[in-house]
C-alpha cells in the first residue's frame, strides 16, 4: 500500500517543485518505508511525482519508478492473482516492466483487465506525453482528483489536505474505467480532456453491456473547464466478475418459501438447510473460494522465516502481522476463522474492537407518527440488542465500554478460543472517549473522509480510524495491559452485507418490490460500493501506514456469488438472524461456528455506539457539519499539538 500523488501544471506560474506541506505529510503516513520525488519538466508542461511505501512484499522498491526512456509509474495496489507475481518479486516492478514494454493502448487495457487485486494507479508514457491513471472496478484503494486554476494545473493523489482553499475542490476519481489525458495536447489547446477506457461487460450472449456510472454523469461532477470523453478507439476494459444472477425462481418454491417462513432463528434450523446434499456442496463451494481470498491476503506479506519453531507457541514473543476489525458478528468470525486456517500457528491475530464511551441516558419515548417512521431500521437494529444492554450492567466497572459490539466481541473470542486454544488471540479492547473522538476528527480525520460528507460517514470513518489505528488494551484472566497493534494488514468486513442481503433496507425492499426488487438493490450496491465505501476506508485504514484488504470483494468470491441465484444467497422470508446473509451462516456452521451463526446485522455504527453519541436529531444521511473543513491557520497550531 502506498501514498501516490503527481501535480500537473501547464504554466509555470502555477507551478511549484514541492508539494503542499500538509499533502506531504498525508501521503507520508501512507507509506512509512520510502519517500521519494521526481520532477519532469517539458515545453509544455511540468510534473511533480511523489510516491511513500508501506512495504509488504518481495524487495523494497521506492516509487516513483522511472526506466531510461523516461516513463514514470506510482502504483499503489496488490496483485493477488491474474499477473504471474513470484514470492519473492515485488508487483510494483513487475507492473511497470510490462508497462514499459507496451506501445499500444490495448496492451495496456489488457494488463488492467487481468490484474486481481485492488489498485489505484499513476502512469507517465513519456514517447507520446501521456498521462495514465485510475482505479480498480470496485475502487479499493483511494485515488482523487481536483483541477484548478482554470484549468491550468491539477493533481492526482492518494488522500487530500486539509487546507480549506483546496479541500472542497477534491473528489474520488470514479472506479468507472481508466483515464488518460494527453498532457501536450492540453496545454496547447488550453482545454482539459479526458478520455476514458469504462469497464465493459460481455454476456453470454456476445453482447457488451457498459457500465453504470455515464459519462454525462461523471462530467456533471467536475468543472465546467473539465471534459471527459469515450476513446476513438472505442477499447475498454474487461470486467473482472461475471454479471449478476437475476433469475426469478419458479412458482413451487415460492410455495416452499412461505412454508420456512415462520422458522426460528436456530441452529437446528440452519442444520435443517444443511441436511439438503445441494445446499451443503454450494456452502462448502463458497468456504473454499472464500478461504483462497483469505489466504491471499494474509500470507502475502513479509514474514521473519528463520524463527525457530516452538513447542509452545504461546511462550513466544511473536507479534502479530494481520489484524481483524473485530465485532464478533457473522462476517468478521468467518474471517477470523478462515485466517487461522492459513497463518502461522506460532503467529497471534489482532481482534481489533471499538467501544464508543458513553454515558447513561434516559431516552424519552416519541408517539407521533413520523418519529416512528424514521425509526423504522434503527430500531431494526437495535431490537436484537436489549440482551446485550442486560449483559453490559453485569460486564463490571467498564459500563461505558460495555457497547454491543464488545458484548459480541468478547463471546465471539471465547468462541475461537474454543475453535483453536493454540492460537494466541489478541483481542484488542479499544476505548474512545468523546474528547478524543473530537480532537482527532478535527486534527487527523475528517480530511480522509472527504469528500464524502454525511453523517453515515463521520460515524464510520471515525470507527474505523480508531479501530485500525488499534491503540487499546489487551484483557486476560490475569492482567489488563496497554496494548497497541502493528499489524500492518488489516483484514474488514466489507461487501458481504452488500452481495447477501445483509442491511435492513434489503429487508424493506424485498417485502416491497420481492425478488426483482431485491436483485435490483443488490446490484446497485455493488455499482456504488466505490463511492459509497472504498475509498474513505482505504484512506481512513491508510492513516495508519497500514493496509486494508477485502476478502469479501476478491474477484472469485464476488463471481462465485453473482453466479447464484438470489434464495441460495439470502431468504428473507426467514426472520434476522438466518434470512439474511443465509449462505455465510450456513458457511459459518460448516466451520464450526455456532452462537455468532445467527446474530443479526448490527452496522458499526450502533455496535460500536458512535451513532447519536453527539447529536440526537441528525440522520445518516444529512450533511455533517463536524466534518467540515477547518482553517490553515487552525490546522497548523493543531497539528503540532498531536504531533
Known amino acids: 500500500m502506498c501514498g501516490i500523488c503527481c501535480s500537473v501544471s501547464f504554466s509555470v506560474e502555477h507551478f511549484s517543485k514541492d508539494l503542499k506541506e500538509d499533502l506531504l505529510y498525508n501521503l507520508k503516513?501512507?507509506?512509512?518505508?520510502?519517500?521519494?520525488?521526481?520532477?519532469?519538466?517539458?515545453?509544455?508542461?511540468?510534473?511533480?511525482?511523489?510516491?511513500?511505501?508501506?512495504?509488504?512484499?518481495?524487495?523494497?522498491?521506492?516509487?516513483?519508478?522511472?526506466?531510461e526512456r523516461g516513463n514514470v509509474f506510482l502504483w499503489n495496489g496488490e496483485v493477488f492473482s491474474g499477473i504471474k507475481v513470484e514470492a519473492e518479486e515485488n508487483d510494483t516492478q513487475i507492473m511497470f516492466n510490462y508497462l514499459s514494454s507496451y506501445q499500444n493502448d490495448s496492451d495496456i487495457l489488457s494488463l488492467f483487465s487481468e490484474v486481481q487485486g485492488p489498485w489505484s494507479f499513476i502512469y507517465y508514457q513519456a514517447s507520446n506525453h501521456h498521462l495514465w491513471f485510475g482505479r480498480d472496478f470496485f475502487g479499493r484503494r483511494s485515488l482523487l482528483w481536483h483541477f484548478s486554476n482554470l484549468g491550468k494545473s491539477f493533481c492526482l493523489s492518494s488522500v487530500g489536505a486539509q487546507m480549506s482553499e483546496v479541500a472542497d475542490q477534491w473528489q474520488e476519481v470514479p472506479a468507472s474505467g481508466i483515464f488518460r489525458i494527453d498532457l501536450k495536447s492540453t496545454s496547447i489547446s488550453k482545454s482539459v480532456v479526458l478520455k476514458m477506457y469504462p469497464w465493459k461487460c460481455i454476456s453470454k450472449e456476445n453482447v457488451i453491456k457498459e457500465c453504470v456510472n455515464s459519462l454525462t454523469q461523471i462530467s456533471a461532477n467536475l468543472p465546467t473547464f473539465v471534459s471527459i470523453v469515450e476513446n476513438e478507439a472505442k477499447l475498454y476494459l474487461k470486467e473482472p466478475v461475471v454479471p449478476l444472477n437475476k433469475m426469478l425462481p419458479q412458482a413451487s418454491f415460492a410455495t416452499h418459501c412461505s412454508n420456512i417462513s415462520s422458522m426460528p432463528p436456530?441452529?437446528?434450523?440452519?442444520?435443517?438447510?444443511?441436511?439438503?446434499?445441494?445446499?451443503?456442496?454450494?456452502?462448502?463451494?463458497?468456504?473454499?473460494?472464500?478461504?483462497?481470498?483469505?489466504?491471499?491476503?494474509?500470507?502475502?506479506?513479509?514474514r521473519d522465516e528463520n524463527l525457530t519453531p516452538s513447542e509452545d507457541v504461546k511462550t513466544r514473543d511473536s507479534k502479530a502481522n494481520v489484524a481483524i476489525l473485530f465485532s464478533g458478528g457473522i462476517d468478521s468470525m468467518v474471517l477470523a476463522t478462515l485466517a487461522d486456517r492459513h497463518i502461522p500457528l506460532d503467529e497471534p491475530i489482532d481482534l481489533l474492537n471499538v467501544a464508543f464511551m458513553t454515558k447513561e441516558k434516559t431516552v424519552p419515548t416519541s408517539s407521533n407518527k413520523k418519529g416512528r417512521k424514521q425509526k423504522t431500521c434503527a430500531s431494526l437494529e437495535d431490537s436484537s440488542e436489549e440482551s446485550s444492554k442486560n449483559a453490559a450492567a453485569a460486564a463490571g466497572p467498564d459500563k461505558q465500554c460495555s457497547v454491543p459490539d464488545r458484548i459480541t466481541g468478547r463471546a465471539g473470542l471465547k468462541e475461537l478460543q474454543a475453535a483453536n486454544p493454540f492460537r494466541i488471540w489478541n483481542f484488542v479492547e479499544i476505548n474512545v472517549s468523546l474528547e478524543e473522538l473530537q480532537k482527532l476528527r478535527r486534527t487527523q480525520i475528517r480530511h480522509l473522509v472527504q469528500p464524502l460528507e454525511t453523517?453515515?460517514?463521520?460515524?464510520?470513518?471515525?470507527?474505523?480510524?480508531?479501530?485500525?489505528?488499534?491503540?487499546?488494551?489487551?484483557?486476560?484472566?490475569?492482567?489488563?495491559?496497554?496494548?497497541?497493534?502493528?499489524?500492518?494488514?488489516?483484514?474488514?468486513?466489507?461487501?458481504?452485507?452488500?452481495?447477501?442481503?445483509?442491511?435492513?433496507?434489503?429487508?424493506?425492499?424485498?417485502?416491497?418490490?420481492?425478488?426483482?426488487?431485491?436483485?435490483?438493490?443488490?446490484?446497485?450496491?455493488?455499482?456504488?460500493?466505490?463511492?459509497?465505501?472504498?475509498?474513505?476506508?482505504?484512506?481512513?485504514?491508510?492513516?495508519?501506514?497500514?493496509?486494508?484488504?477485502?476478502?469479501?470483494?476478491?474477484?472469485?468470491?464476488?463471481?462465485?456469488?453473482?453466479?447464484?441465484?438470489?434464495?441460495?444467497?439470502?431468504?428473507?422470508?426467514?426472520?434476522?438472524?438466518?434470512?439474511?446473509?443465509?449462505?455465510?451462516?450456513?458457511?459459518?456452521?460448516?466451520?464450526?461456528?455456532?452462537?455468532?451463526?445467527?446474530?443479526p446485522k448490527r452496522a458499526m455504527q450502533f455496535g460500536s455506539r458512535i451513532a447519536k453519541m453527539e447529536k440526537n436529531n441528525e440522520k445518516a444521511s444529512d450533511k455533517c457539519e463536524r466534518l467540515q473543513v477547518i482553517s490553515l491557520e487552525n490546522f497548523s497550531v493543531e497539528k503540532e499539538i498531536t504531533m
Open 29 to 67: 503516513r501512507r507509506g512509512p518505508h520510502s519517500s521519494k520525488q521526481l520532477f519532469r519538466a517539458d515545453e509544455y508542461y511540468q510534473c511533480l511525482f511523489s510516491g511513500h511505501v508501506l512495504h509488504l512484499r518481495g524487495v523494497l522498491t521506492a516509487q516513483p519508478l522511472e526506466d
Open 266 to 302: 436456530t441452529r437446528q434450523t440452519l442444520q435443517g438447510f444443511l441436511a439438503d446434499g445441494n445446499v451443503k456442496e454450494r456452502v462448502q463451494q463458497f468456504i473454499d473460494v472464500l478461504s483462497i481470498a483469505v489466504k491471499r491476503r494474509v500470507l502475502c506479506l513479509p
Open 455 to 599: 453523517v453515515l460517514d463521520d460515524s464510520i470513518g471515525c470507527a474505523v480510524w480508531f479501530a485500525s489505528r488499534g491503540i487499546g488494551r489487551l484483557v486476560t484472566q490475569d492482567e489488563v495491559k496497554s496494548y497497541q497493534s502493528n499489524a500492518k494488514v488489516v483484514l474488514t468486513g466489507i461487501g458481504a452485507d452488500e452481495q447477501l442481503a445483509g442491511y435492513c433496507r434489503h429487508r424493506v425492499c424485498f417485502q416491497t418490490h420481492g425478488l426483482e426488487g431485491l436483485n435490483k438493490e443488490i446490484e446497485m450496491e455493488l455499482g456504488r460500493i466505490s463511492s459509497r465505501n472504498l475509498g474513505r476506508d482505504d484512506r481512513v485504514v491508510g492513516d495508519h501506514g497500514k493496509e486494508a484488504r477485502f476478502p469479501f470483494l476478491d474477484e472469485n468470491v464476488v463471481s462465485f456469488l453473482n453466479s447464484l441465484p438470489i434464495w441460495e444467497k439470502a431468504n428473507l422470508t426467514l426472520p434476522r438472524g438466518i434470512g439474511e446473509k443465509l449462505i455465510l451462516r450456513l458457511a459459518a456452521m460448516e466451520l464450526g461456528l455456532t452462537t455468532s451463526a445467527l446474530l
